[in-house]
């Protein structure tokens, strides 16, 4: 996730403060890189790996953070002494002749270890403690509207399938849905005007949708013309909103029908920063729709590191590329 302007690291315990509510959840066995670049901050996360997998993930950090304009990086290595202090090495070295490492940290037992410091002072060979719900920029973030789950797992459960009474109803109001709009087929011409009259509609409601609502919805967005009338207007809306929104119907939508729902989920978290939520929701997509090429599009995005800034620029100008109809 980008991080917020006013949320300032001036230490190591700054940054380890913050990086559980910039990746959205408590990281552990993780290589964080925290990239400073002149048109914001941003986070990246690896898991730990063998040193027979250095090269590769330490190219692809580089080539990340030299995308995004990088121009200073901290370090923080989560995890065990054997497994952490030599990938961080390695990454330090990496990166030494690219940008300037502020520092290279690890993170352990609620302690961490500087490997820049060599002052037992200030770094002693125990480490040094540290308490996140004591940091006030953990209070800033919180108040920020920033969540650290306690896992990627406990995260992920944003997106899972409803359960129990809900998955019932939900399932009755798509049967219904399904009655009205695909009757004649995937192409009727009901499918597109009244998809694009509930696509403009209901999408910018500051409200739950209703079951009937979100089946409905749901199954317009299987016609790619309606989908890309949400796709293009989900940077016109308010961002809170529109994350509510997507994340609710992912949850509430029925089988294949969640596809649409959370490509557009990891779309707007994507250009908004959070690449966690962005590879949760591709990952909830593939589960019903592994060809979904929204999908793959996204997916490269993230691969390659293309900068969140220059999509959204990109696709600024989409809703009036778009015809009325």
Not at 126 to 155: C, K, W
Not at 195 to 201: E, K, Y
Not at 237 to 248: A, E, G, I, S, V
Request: proline share 5%.
């Amino acid at each position: 996730m980008d991080l917020p302007c006013k949320l300032v690291i001036t230490s190591p315990s700054d940054a380890i403060a913050i990086t559980p509510y910039l990746l959205g959840f408590h990281p552990t066995d993780s290589l964080v890189v925290i990239g400073l670049a002149p048109g914001g901050s941003f986070t990246l996360r690896f898991d730990l790996v063998g040193r027979e997998h250095y090269s590769v993930l330490l190219a692809h950090m580089r080539d990340l953070l030299i995308r995004n304009d990088a121009e200073a990086a901290v370090l923080l290595g989560y995890g065990s002494e054997d497994m952490a202090v030599p990938l961080l090495a390695q990454a330090w070295d990496t990166l030494a002749d690219a940008l300037t490492v502020k520092d290279v940290v690890r993170v352990d037992g609620g302690r961490w270890w500087s490997l820049m410091c060599t002052d037992p002072q200030c770094c002693p060979a125990e480490g040094r403690p540290y308490d996140i719900n004591a940091s006030h920029l953990a209070a800033q973030a919180t108040f920020a509207g920033l969540v650290a789950y306690r896992s990627r797992e406990e995260m992920a459960v944003m997106v899972a399938p409803v359960e129990g009474e809900d998955r019932v109803w939900m399932a009755a109001e798509t049967e219904r849905a399904q009655q009205e709009f695909l009757s004649d087929g995937p192409a009727s011409r009901l499918l597109l005007d009244e998809g694009l009259r509930l696509v403009r509609l209901l999408i910018g409601e500051d409200r739950r949708l209703t079951d009937e609502e979100t089946a409905r919805l749901s199954i317009v967005l299987t016609n790619l013309r309606v989908r890309d009338e949400a796709w293009a207007r989900l940077l016109t809306l308010d961002p809170q909103q529109q994350l509510r929104l997507w994340q609710d119907t992912t949850r509430r939508a029925v089988g294949e029908y969640a596809a649409a729902p959370a490509a557009l989920l990891a779309f707007l978290a994507y250009v908004n920063g959070n690449g966690t939520l962005a590879k949760i929701a591709l990952e909830r997509c593939a589960e019903v729709a592994p060809s979904y090429r929204m999908a793959a599009l996204i997916e490269d995005c993230l691969r390659y590191g293309l900068p969140p800034q220059t999509v959204r620029e990109r696709f600024n100008g989409m809703l009036e590329m778009l015809p009325d109809a």
